[in-house]
């Protein structure tokens, strides 16, 4: 392979092709997916590479638009956005001849199959005709196309989940990468984020920032650098007001020469795809009740969905409560590909589909358009089914249509997909309205006597979905306390539960609105502690982590700048629940050494084991928690203190050899918790195969997050027998395989998928 040359300013613009594509109007989807001024965007840079001498011949241009816009001089519409002469342009692409090709696209997309899609004119309710970015650009790579050694895509498009979509369009086949291609990207938006869009100034904000860019640019230098261009554009578009949606950074191909896979032309969120929301969460136990300290929903609960619903092969049930903006069936998909791309078995994928009962209806009538949506797919995929119910506020009880709904749905695609896994999906923008309607709903769809497990994908405590605006932060002149806990009573009988907090007189006091969260947290943890006793403070703490989530940040600030008193022990006991909390208190009390006889006796296990764990995980904590490793913490905290004193607490590289004990050095309790303190990836890469069925090696697995590492680990070399990969479904267990393996094989899937990362937390 030859080194590509660089695109480098004063190439010929005689030489130079373009594709430029705007999809403004989707006649068969309705007003709401038009996108006024797409059209003007995409005749707008046709008209800039002409003022650059670009031949209007090398230009061609497909729009869809009720109303063409004006065109420049010599310029013609090549024909619409549609799927088929989207697809004739790309055949025509290798009867060009340049050195130059740029690809301009503004319209709607998606993200599905950790694939950017773009959505194309002729998408119908019934099927969204879409094709995939990465598979045009893999084939503009390809030797398909002779020639064009340099190109560059920009695209103005979402890239927002869509578990719903159909499969890409087929496009031509690819031939082996040519030896001397250059390419560079530019995208509105990172993956799982909406591209920005003015209603005011009807346009894209990447593609207004992208043309003042190039009018600007000097005309007699072509092309213009994109390092300078891609500065430009992303300092054009917070000018904008543009925040949520940053282009991503444009990176450089091929594999050899000085253009390395991966160098940035600008800095920029990174342009692989995060996940908003880890296939992970936390069991909520059927006595799970908001509003109390009590064991539950904490970090001792943790779960992997990945583990749970993808390794684990057989059919997965569930209800998750999780963030209105959260799309379950996308991240599993996501996790499907990993699986089948990295497994050395052979593994029909499941194909996650989403399915809404309240919008679709009874399933036995169900739409032509819904009855093609079930049936999408290809023959070697098994289906799998999210059905999402979207709630604002949790009811006493769930709504009764949407428990028949579900139920119906249940039945129905069981009926229809034998064996298919079905999970439920409640998304709510606060936790505890997600997490109570799941509960409930749970309890309705297993009253047949099939235990599910019931997960939130929330922390309680996390900030909700819908962001409410600061008040003022004006200093009220009445005590707010009994204000505050009138305002957590409410919020708990508007869901339908018994109000933990007694009523305190003068609850009609100062507008709670009216007062910032910081400087009313200081005030009512400054009013516990001077007031009467009638108010228990972590009752009060954890009202306002499952009521008022919003607040809870600076509660929780509040409790540990006091640096003394209920109020400063309250706030770290309910923080000890999860680590990410703990976290936020110890940064709160600044330079203060907290050493177990600073609280009250006797200490609770789950406080002690918290901040112990604090102290492994986080050198910058360590100075605050004297005392804490060697304070009683149970066998298992006690075992992990004594293994990682002998080390450094630090994982290695991921070059195979790290610093974290190996699974022969741990007991089963202990290996639970190394997920906890950052060494459990590191744990999977130094294991020995010798390991692999062991309870602690086996509890090592449990801490971790899905991987190529884990998976390599888990199937292992063909010749080699794995009790591990029988265990999950990867291996089929052979008839011959004694007794005792098979014994083992049924601990081991109890230990790796049914048992949450702590032994007080069994679940069915």
Request: charged share 25%.
């Amino acid at each position: 392979m030859t080194t590509a040359p660089a695109l480098v300013p004063g190439g010929l613009s005689q030489r130079t092709f373009a594709l430029v594509v705007g999809v403004q109007d989707y006649p068969d989807l309705g007003p709401d997916f038009a996108r006024k001024g797409i059209a003007d965007d995409a005749v707008g840079f046709a008209e800039v590479l002409l003022r650059f001498g670009v031949p209007a011949a090398n230009i061609r241009l497909l729009l869809s638009a009720e109303e063409i816009p004006p065109m420049p001089h010599g310029l013609e519409v090549a024909g619409p956005a549609t799927s088929a002469a989207v697809r004739a342009e790309i055949l025509r692409l290798p009867q060009h001849d340049g050195d130059l090709l740029w690809v301009f696209w503004a319209g709607h997309g998606w993200y599905a199959d950790l694939q950017s899609r773009l959505l194309l004119a002729d998408a119908t309710a019934a099927h969204q005709i879409n094709i995939s970015f990465e598979e045009l650009v893999t084939l503009c790579g390809s030797e398909f196309l002779p020639g064009f050694g340099r190109q560059v895509f920009t695209v103005d498009a979402c890239r927002l989940p869509n578990a719903r979509l159909p499969r890409a369009e087929s496009l031509p086949e690819k031939d082996e990468g040519k030896s001397e291609c250059w390419q560079a990207i530019m995208y509105a938006a990172p993956p799982r984020r909406a591209a920005g869009y003015s209603y005011g100034d009807r346009g894209g904000l990447f593609s207004r920032s992208l043309l003042d860019a190039l009018r600007r640019a000097d005309t007699a230098v072509w092309p213009p650098s994109l390092a300078d261009l891609s500065t430009t554009v992303l300092a054009g578009m917070k000018d904008r007001g543009s925040s949520d949606s940053e282009p991503t950074t444009c990176y450089f191909s091929p594999e050899t020469g000085v253009n390395e896979p991966g160098r940035r032309l600008v800095a920029g969120p990174a342009a692989d795809a995060t996940k908003a929301y880890e296939l992970a969460g936390y069991v909520i136990p059927s006595g799970w009740s908001p509003g109390r300290l009590v064991p539950g929903c904490s970090e001792r609960t943790a779960v992997r969905l990945d583990l749970r619903w993808i390794l684990d092969r057989t059919p997965a049930h569930g209800v998750v409560a999780e963030p209105s903006n959260a799309d379950l069936a996308t991240d599993l998909n996501d996790a499907e590909l990993v699986l089948r791309e990295h497994s050395r078995m052979t593994v029909t994928q499941r194909r996650w589909l989403t399915v809404e009962p309240a919008r679709s209806g009874d399933p036995w009538r169900l739409s032509d358009a819904d009855s093609a949506f079930l049936d999408a797919g290809g023959p070697d995929e098994d289906r799998a089914f999210v059905l999402r119910v979207d709630v604002e506020v949790a009811a006493e009880g769930p709504d009764a249509a949407t428990a028949s709904l579900c139920r119906a749905w249940m039945a129905y695609l069981r009926d229809r997909f034998p064996a298919s896994s079905v999970v439920v999906a409640v998304r709510a923008p606060t936790p505890v309205d997600a997490m109570l309607t799941a509960q409930r709903l749970a309890e309705v769809l297993t009253r047949d006597g099939t235990g599910w497990l019931t997960v939130t994908r929330f922390r309680p405590g996390e900030r909700p979905t819908t962001a409410t605006p600061l008040p003022s932060g004006s200093t009220p002149a009445t005590p707010v306390l009994p204000a505050v806990v009138h305002r957590l009573r409410q919020e708990a009988v508007r869901r339908g539960l018994k109000p933990v907090l007694p009523p305190l007189p003068g609850h009609a006091g100062p507008d709670l609105d009216s007062v910032s969260p910081s400087l009313l947290a200081d005030l009512v943890i400054s009013e516990l502690e001077d007031g009467d006793g009638r108010v228990a403070e972590t009752d009060l703490m954890c009202a306002v982590r499952d009521f008022l989530p919003g607040w809870y940040p600076q509660f929780l600030t509040a409790s540990g700048a006091r640096r003394t008193g209920a109020g400063w022990v309250a706030g770290l006991t309910v923080a000890c629940a999860f680590d990410a909390d703990v976290g936020r208190w110890l940064d709160s009390i600044g330079d203060r050494r907290v050493a177990p006889t600073d609280l009250p006796a006797p200490l609770t296990e789950s406080v002690v084991e918290a901040l112990v764990l604090a102290a492994l995980r986080d050198p910058a904590a360590r100075p605050k928690l004297p005392g804490w490793r060697s304070a009683f913490a149970g066998r298992a905290i006690a075992d992990l203190v004594r293994v990682m004193a002998s080390r450094p607490a630090t994982p290695g590289d991921g070059d195979g050899t790290s610093s974290a004990p190996t699974p022969a050095e741990l007991s089963r309790e202990a290996a639970l918790l190394t997920g906890r303190i950052g060494v459990a990836a590191a744990i999977v890469r130094a294991a020995r195969p010798a390991d692999r069925l062991t309870d602690a090696y086996m509890a090592a697995l449990r801490a971790c997050p899905m991987s190529a590492d884990l998976i390599e680990l888990l199937t292992g070399p063909p010749d080699v027998p794995s009790a591990v990969a029988m265990a999950v479904g990867l291996r089929p267990v052979d008839p011959r395989t004694e007794q005792v393996l098979i014994d083992r094989i049924a601990e081991l899937r109890r230990v790796l998928h049914y048992l949450p990362a702590h032994p007080d937390g069994e679940c069915a």
